[in-house]
């Protein structure tokens, strides 16, 4: 059993940057692929990132590729969401979720994921 918080949403203009956290319990983490997904208001939950148990294994949606950056500290059970250049576009829910089976294509399907946290808002203003 895994059990996600994520923190580190807020208010920011345009260009802006933003760092998420999702912070897990649990002993195996290491061995648990993590991702971001984000919902926005009337919208569908979308995939933004993953991040595999092996080192270099990152995936991440082409809306946000070159501006967001999915890392994880297995010492500390967290994962985070740099995210750069940030856009009105941007602004969501931002979830994490985490399973321990391997990456494969459907990483970006919801139904892949077991395990997820609250959300944080993340807001980005004109």
């Known amino acids: 059993q895994v059990q996600l918080v994520e923190s580190g949403g807020g208010l920011v203009q345009a260009g802006g940057f933003l760092r998420l956290s999702c912070v897990a319990s649990?002993?195996?983490?290491?061995?648990?692929?993590v991702a971001w997904f984000r919902q926005a208001p009337g919208k569908e939950r979308e995939f933004v990132a993953a991040?595999?148990?092996?080192?270099?294994?990152?995936y991440y949606a082409n809306s946000v590729k070159g501006r967001f950056a999915i890392s994880r500290d297995n010492a500390k059970n967290t994962v985070y969401l740099q995210m750069n250049a940030l856009k009105p576009e941007d602004t969501a829910v931002y979830y994490c979720?985490?399973?321990?089976?391997?990456?494969?294509?459907?990483?970006?399907?919801?139904?892949?994921?077991?395990?997820w946290g609250q959300g944080t808002q993340v807001t980005v203003s004109s």
């Open positions: 979720a985490a399973e321990d089976r391997p990456i494969s294509p459907s990483i970006m399907q919801i139904s892949h994921w077991g395990y």
């Open positions: 649990g002993r195996t983490f290491s061995s648990y692929a």
């Open positions: 991040i595999g148990v092996s080192v270099g294994s990152t």
